[in-house]
């Protein structure tokens, strides 16, 4: 079995081909790597299963990565984080006309049937 090299806030480990994040983590004495945006407070691995989120970081410059689902692939770079990175929005959001009630909600079916 091949070990991968992968990266932890530049520093270069050696992880098991299907390793998750979050286990090289533990492994390697890491507990909290994240801190809450109020108060600071450190997170890691809560549930494991991926429904809590607070073992969130980066990996490739994509933030809010669940460590506990990810599993790392080699040349992976993860980064910790302290307080909250937010995604960089590159694109405005799509305009969506909100449906008054249901017989608008019916014509607008109506018309789109029409269009296909």
Do not use: K
Not at 26 to 52: D, K, Q
Not at 77 to 104: F, I, K, M, N, Y
Request: hydrophobic share 40%.
């Amino acid at each position: 079995m091949a070990l991968m090299t992968v990266y932890v806030d530049g520093e270069r480990h050696r992880a098991l081909p299907g390793q998750t994040v979050a286990a090289l983590l533990l492994a390697t004495g890491h507990r909290s790597w994240r801190t809450t945006r109020l108060g600071g407070r450190p997170r890691g691995v809560f549930c494991g299963i991926g429904v809590c989120y607070d073992c969130l970081l980066v990996v490739n410059g994509l933030p809010d990565v669940r460590a506990c689902l990810r599993e790392l692939r080699d040349g992976d770079r993860v980064e910790t984080l302290r307080g909250a990175r937010l995604p960089a929005c590159t694109e405005a959001p799509e305009t969506v006309r909100p449906v008054r009630d249901t017989a608008d909600a019916e014509e607008a079916d109506d018309e789109a049937d029409e269009v296909a």
